[in-house]
């Protein structure tokens, strides 16, 4: 195995447990549905990564280097897709946790927004330019990737589920949920600097 498979895991591991639009979201319907519920996104949103790092490194990097257009189109939707999110956050701020008809994030919405998260693109890029080698290749990334964002981004949830207990007051909900839905405004649209 190559000597760079071990700074690429720790990588990949900072890229997965530093807090984004995705961890934030899965954090706050982990604490509106719990742990197991989430694992499905979870999963999904790892998944849909880890394609990402595949795809990116079988040649849409070149492409998409060379189209400014697209990237910033992306940019833009996916700031739009993520302040849409934070305003739904803000207005459900003071809900109760366990309410039925509130809003989920399920496997596709989890995915999809992989797909617009202009974060992901940009690690995948990284990933590619920097790791990937004739020792390293392309699907052995995704799958280290895989590996590691699974446990990241579950320990989000777990985080998530284990703050619903002091979460059941209206004021420390309703902050809780202005606080991630600024908090997911804020990394949309630093993203894009």
């Given at each position: 195995?190559?000597?760079?498979l071990?700074?690429?895991?720790?990588?990949?591991?900072?890229?997965?447990?530093?807090?984004?639009?995705?961890?934030?979201?899965?954090?706050?319907?982990?604490?509106?549905?719990?742990?197991?519920?989430?694992?499905?996104?979870?999963?999904?949103?790892?998944?849909?990564?880890?394609?990402?790092?595949?795809?990116?490194?079988?040649?849409?990097?070149?492409?998409?280097?060379g189209?400014?257009?697209?990237?910033r189109w992306?940019?833009?939707?996916?700031?739009?897709?993520?302040?849409?999110?934070?305003?739904?956050?803000?207005?459900?701020?003071?809900?109760?946790?366990?309410?039925?008809?509130a809003?989920?994030?399920g496997?596709?919405?989890?995915?999809?927004?992989?797909?617009l998260?202009?974060?992901?693109?940009?690690?995948?890029?990284?990933?590619?330019?920097?790791?990937?080698?004739?020792t390293?290749?392309?699907?052995?990334?995704?799958?280290?990737?895989?590996?590691?964002?699974?446990?990241?981004?579950?320990?989000?949830?777990?985080?998530?589920?284990s703050?619903?207990?002091?979460?059941?007051?209206?004021?420390?909900l309703?902050?809780?949920?202005?606080?991630?839905?600024?908090?997911?405004?804020?990394?949309?649209?630093?993203?894009?600097w």
């Amino acid at each position: 195995m190559s000597h760079a498979l071990l700074p690429f895991a720790l990588f990949a591991f900072a890229a997965s447990i530093s807090p984004g639009p995705t961890n934030l979201l899965i954090l706050a319907h982990a604490a509106r549905r719990g742990w197991r519920a989430s694992l499905a996104p979870v999963l999904a949103a790892c998944a849909a990564a880890a394609g990402i790092v595949l795809v990116v490194g079988l040649g849409l990097s070149d492409w998409l280097l060379g189209q400014p257009q697209v990237q910033r189109w992306l940019g833009w939707l996916g700031v739009a897709w993520l302040s849409w999110l934070a305003v739904q956050m803000l207005r459900s701020a003071s809900a109760p946790l366990r309410q039925a008809h509130a809003p989920t994030f399920g496997p596709g919405a989890a995915a999809g927004l992989q797909l617009l998260n202009p974060k992901v693109w940009w690690m995948a890029v990284a990933v590619i330019g920097v790791f990937a080698s004739p020792t390293l290749p392309v699907w052995l990334l995704a799958m280290v990737f895989l590996l590691v964002a699974l446990p990241c981004m579950a320990a989000w949830a777990w985080l998530g589920a284990s703050s619903a207990r002091w979460l059941q007051t209206p004021g420390a909900l309703r902050w809780f949920n202005r606080s991630l839905a600024g908090l997911l405004l804020a990394s949309a649209w630093f993203s894009l600097w």
